[in-house]
């Protein structure tokens, strides 16, 4: 029997993952998934237990959709309710390490080249504390925290320090 790494039921803000249509105006929290990913790979009719925010009900509402729905049309994205923090000079393998392992982490390299010393790490509002906890500990330089402007800060980051 495969694993499903997603099957305990979590709130939004700790989805397992959100999408997103272009517009913005569809987000589906991934709160459930009720097969292994082998299986629902091999099923077209895999569901997922969500919150999903939309124009009809922009404070959400929770109920399975199936998982071809979820995905036509929609990006998979960071999680919206998440706060987050870019470092730099660090690796994934590192911040495995130190017990972070959990958390979300994009490679800032994949939107500019510029940047390829630098990470952003995502986590659940009530985590906050404790991974910028870690990160000082382990003097993982942090670059901003929450910033809308984060890449732009990155790049700025990477000018003053050449």
Not at 65 to 75: D, L, N, P, Q, S
Request: hydrophobic share 35%; proline share 7%.
């Amino acid at each position: 029997m495969a694993n499903n790494p997603s099957a305990k039921r979590v709130t939004p803000e700790t989805a397992y993952e959100v999408w997103q249509s272009s517009d913005g105006s569809w987000t589906y929290f991934v709160l459930k998934k009720y097969q292994s990913p082998e299986k629902e790979a091999q099923n077209p009719f895999a569901r997922w237990f969500c919150m999903i925010q939309s124009p009809v009900a922009p404070r959400g509402e929770y109920g399975d959709v199936y998982v071809a729905i979820v995905k036509e049309g929609t990006r998979h994205i960071d999680n919206p309710l998440h706060r987050f923090v870019c470092v730099k000079g660090t690796s994934i393998p590192t911040l495995e390490a130190i017990g972070l392992s959990n958390y979300s982490v994009t490679e800032l390299v994949s939107r500019d080249e510029r940047l390829s010393h630098y990470l952003k790490l995502s986590t659940p509002p009530n985590d906050f504390a404790r991974v910028k906890l870690i990160l000082e500990e382990h003097a993982i330089a942090i670059v901003c925290i929450d910033a809308p402007d984060f890449l732009d800060r990155c790049l700025t980051d990477v000018q003053s320090s050449a």
